[in-house]
């Protein structure tokens, strides 16, 4: 730490007696719609430096006093040089053209997705709007989530499951931001869809390592989604209608030039045709997001974005579950001068639950609240380095369930189970070095905090043990409180401090080829706990406390980055190592729904993965896609906590649910000509850990299978090929809209997927067999979309 500080204070120190220098700043936009741009190169080709806009499109630059041509290039659009003379503080606004080169008659568009060489970033991922679209999913509609699977270190457990795993991570290890606002769960229709719109993506960004330290509270990976502010120019929408759902958005100016809005919603609609067949279930869901903003100066934007989702689900009348989030975010965008910028926001977030049975009668809500505050700032010191630096806290409210009965002869009381409370804290100073002309690194260090303060009721056990070993048995027994506390809210009844060190390095052999290597420390203080596979909306989150502890991750990542003829081809190789402590897991026969206790339920124990990622994509021509290849092991450990206890497992270490040795994506996008486009995408992976029975016994007169140890066996190998085409009719001018069309096939050779496999007697035979359960086979679908 002491190094990491003396390094910052001395560059500090050096650039402020230098020669005399001057700045210039603004922004870079979008020509046709004021979009800012973010991750534009702005290069100074006399001195061979320059800077990247930030994530609100703001650039600047301190250099000498002189005259200087800038180049400014964003892939996608036009590249643009200008000749400034630095004799003073210059505030400019830079505006590209959105650019295609023609190939063949065919309109070829550059990829902003390439990887750069040169920054120290790694283990980074960007996706386009359009690239999201490309990539079909069941029923056909294009998603966000079933986007960044097809990258290398991304999977899931399966088809119809909710949630992603990064590099062995759990799903609940992902720290999910939607215009910087926490998304609990990131599913609808129980994972069949996202909660994110494409259509309203702007950028998206899947840190899998080497994670900046503005970043904090999970520990996998950091999924950060911007969505657009919305046309200032002119009034544009874009509608489709799907088989299943339709979505629509509309972004326009509200004052011209100065202000604009957004305004997109999506919805299902499969349930009515389950009526018109008499079918008593239901399932559907619907979401909408709101944006809008105000530019009051050059230094001044005020940006207010909000998000609704609700999902129902509906059992033939015997219960209805509804879940899903909700946020509102106001930010303030202020530059102080040419170079500082900075951006505070305030935004509450809020992920329920709620379950109604009513062939038992009662009515079953719980909850997460949050308030979120952060500050950031962006001080561009000079056109070798950047500091970046802010703080961020949170105050949690956790309602684990509330009961009431709904109907008078249910039998069941009313109860609250015991609401906790937390606050957590984060400051970060990072630095972004340009050491010398191969040498780069971004490095810097984030102190978190957590504080779990006082609740009505918290159990108190003997010598602080919530679980006890029965060595007479061989099992874990829940161990009967000796008492309980009551503390205000106020009161801190525990406390987490931890400093996380990050630094990313790249060396650069020539602007085509690399070497990067970095290292980050991550702490989650929040746990969610689940004993199935994939996260499921009633799976529990709880916050750290007097017996759990936070998790806490180091990773370790080195890689090779070459772009290959002009950058049309880039190819890369990474290998990472990670290890996590206090990773929780569930006792046999753990109960972990409507519980006041979680930490009966659980011990400590840790984790580790590593792995090699490989990819080969292209990125421009007629024809353009990716070959993505991970070879990974996740696996997890409990030993006791005593000498006398074996731990889960025996404390021996067993693949984790989301293990998967073999991971191979290919993905082909083939513009046949303007009105024509193809696309595939296959996928083979190893089959998910599961645990199969390895005998049985017969006990009054019931048949019980045994099991031995954990996910000792997998599911078969999962594989699958999905196609889809675009049609483009030619436009017609004497039309203010323009539509088009995509047909889609998922699963082709409508390959039986094993979601499960249960083992039962067969009642002809009566011997036992195995039953493979698969979710889809062969779907065909087709949607019609709309521009204007």
Request: with cysteine; glycine share 6%.
């Amino acid at each position: 730490m002491k190094f990491i500080c003396s390094l910052m204070l001395v560059v500090f120190s050096l650039t402020c007696f230098s020669q005399e220098k001057f700045s210039i700043s603004g922004s870079i936009k979008d020509i046709e719609n004021n979009e800012t741009l973010l991750g534009v190169n702005v290069i100074v080709e006399e001195l061979n430096t320059g800077t990247v806009s930030n994530a609100y499109g703001f650039y600047s630059l301190t250099l000498p006093k002189g005259k200087y041509t800038l180049t400014i290039s964003y892939i996608g659009f036009k590249t643009l040089y200008e000749t400034i003379t630095l004799d003073r503080d210059i505030k400019k606004d830079f505006f590209l053209v959105p650019s295609s080169e023609q190939l063949d008659e065919i309109t070829i568009t550059d990829n902003f997705e390439q990887q750069n060489i040169r920054q120290p970033e790694m283990s980074l991922n960007r996706l386009k709007q359009s690239t999201i679209k490309q990539i079909l999913v069941v029923f056909g509609e294009s998603d966000v989530l079933r986007s960044i699977i097809q990258l290398p270190g991304v999977t899931n457990v399966g088809e119809g499951s909710s949630g992603f795993n990064v590099r062995g991570g759990s799903a609940d290890q992902n720290l999910i931001l939607l215009d910087e606002a926490v998304i609990f769960n990131s599913s609808h229709l129980f994972g069949l869809f996202s909660v994110f719109n494409p259509e309203a993506v702007k950028d998206l960004k899947l840190y899998k390592g080497g994670i900046p330290a503005q970043y904090g509270g999970r520990v996998s990976s950091v999924l950060d989604i911007k969505q657009k502010d919305g046309n200032n120019k002119e009034l544009q929408g874009e509608a489709s209608i799907g088989i299943i759902s339709s979505k629509l958005l509309m972004e326009g100016p509200i004052q011209k030039n100065k202000s604009s809005f957004l305004i997109s919603g999506r919805s299902t609609y499969a349930h009515l045709f389950l009526k018109l067949s008499d079918n008593p279930n239901s399932a559907y869901f619907y979401d909408f997001t709101a944006k809008g903003n105000y530019i009051f100066d050059k230094n001044n934007k005020l940006i207010l974005s909000s998000y609704f989702g609700r999902d129902f689900f509906s059992l033939d009348g015997s219960f209805t579950n509804i879940y899903g989030n909700s946020f509102v975010n106001l930010r303030w965008n202020h530059v102080f001068n040419d170079q500082l910028f900075s951006n505070i926001a305030i935004i509450g977030g809020e992920y329920i639950f709620d379950l109604d049975t009513e062939n038992v009668g009662f009515n079953f809500r719980s909850e997460i609240q949050n308030l979120n505050f952060k500050y950031d700032f962006n001080h561009y010191i000079s056109d070798e380095f950047q500091l970046n630096y802010g703080l961020n806290s949170f105050y949690y409210i956790f309602n684990p369930g509330k009961i009431k009965p709904t109907s008078e002869d249910s039998g069941i009381n009313e109860d609250q189970l015991t609401k906790k409370y937390a606050v957590e804290t984060a400051v970060f100073l990072s630095a972004e070095h340009q050491i010398t002309d191969n040498l780069s690194a971004e490095y810097g260090l984030r102190w978190s905090s957590f504080f779990r303060l006082g609740q009505d009721e918290l159990n108190v056990y003997d010598n602080d043990l919530p679980l006890i070993y029965n060595q007479q048995f061989g099992i874990y027994q829940r161990a009967e409180p000796i008492g309980t506390r009551s503390d205000s809210r106020s009161d801190v009844i525990k406390t987490y401090h931890n400093l996380e060190p990050r630094i990313s390095m790249a060396y650069a052999f020539n602007n085509n080829s690399s070497v990067k290597v970095s290292y980050n420390r991550m702490t989650q203080y929040l746990h969610q706990i689940s004993n199935t596979n994939s996260p499921t909306p009633v799976d529990v989150w709880a916050p750290s406390g007097p017996f759990l502890k936070p998790l806490q991750l180091d990773q370790f990542a080195v890689g090779y980055f070459k772009n290959l003829k002009q950058s049309q081809f880039d190819l890369s190789f990474e290998a990472f190592y990670k290890t996590t402590n206090n990773k929780l897991d569930f006792i046999d026969g753990a109960d972990l729904i409507a519980t006041d206790a979680i930490e009966q339920e659980t011990l400590n124990g840790e984790a580790r993965s590593y792995g090699l990622e490989l990819m080969l994509k292209k990125n421009r021509g007629r024809f353009n896609g990716w070959i993505a290849y991970t070879l990974s092991q996740a696996e997890q450990r409990t030993p006791g906590r005593f000498t006398n206890e074996p731990g889960i497992n025996n404390g021996e270490w067993y693949l984790a649910n989301y293990d998967k040795t073999h991971d191979l994506t290919v993905l082909a996008n083939y513009q046949w000509n303007k009105q024509w486009t193809f696309n595939l995408n296959f996928t083979l992976r190893t089959g998910q850990p599961v645990n199969f029975p390895v005998g049985q016994f017969s006990f009054q007169g019931l048949t019980v299978p045994v099991f031995e140890g954990r996910n000792n066996d997998r599911l078969p190998t999962f594989h699958r090929l999905d196609l889809s085409a675009t049609y483009k009719p030619k436009p017609q001018k004497e039309r203010q809209w323009k539509g088009y069309w995509n047909f889609g096939i998922y699963n082709v050779y409508s390959r039986k997927n094993a979601a499960s496999i249960s083992f039962e007697e067969n009642r002809n035979t009566g011997q036992n067999e195995a039953v493979r359960f698969s979710i889809f086979g062969i779907v065909p679908s087709v949607s019609y979309n709309i521009e204007f």
